[in-house]
């Protein structure tokens, strides 16, 4: 059973920033892909990034490119997320979530493990 803990969430004033950490367990966590996913309130789940197993590969939905990274320390288990510039619309909870495979995808059905989520709450 693959666990999938994120933490780094909190409350940020607009332009400030935060990194996310999610820390895997269970499987061999440099065989797969990464992803990180946000849902606002009355909003549906969207994929925000996502980075290969080996992080040769990132995406990003266009709403965060050149404010967000996303990165992975293999050694570690973990996948990050930093998010510069933030802005009120950033306001989420962030759910880190794996996929059974290596390469990237932003299909979300093919997400197969989810973490618990961590709220990012951005004040104007």
């Known amino acids: 059973q693959v666990q999938l803990v994120e933490s780094g969430g909190g409350l940020v004033q607009a332009g400030g920033s935060l990194r996310l950490s999610c820390v895997a367990s269970g499987r061999t966590f440099s065989a797969y892909a990464m992803g990180w996913f946000r849902q606002a309130p009355g909003k549906e789940r969207e994929l925000v990034a996502a980075?290969?197993?080996?992080?040769?590969?990132?995406y990003y939905a266009d709403s965060v490119k050149g404010r967000f990274t996303i990165s992975r320390d293999n050694a570690k288990n973990t996948v990050y997320l930093q998010m510069n510039s933030l802005k009120p619309e950033d306001t989420a909870v962030y759910y880190c979530?794996?996929?059974?495979?290596?390469?990237?995808?932003?299909?979300?059905?093919?997400?197969?493990?989810w973490g618990q989520g961590t709220q990012v709450t951005v004040s104007s």
């Open positions: 980075i290969s197993s080996r992080g040769y590969s990132t």
């Open positions: 979530a794996a996929p059974p495979i290596a390469s990237l995808t932003t299909a979300q059905a093919r997400y197969d493990y």
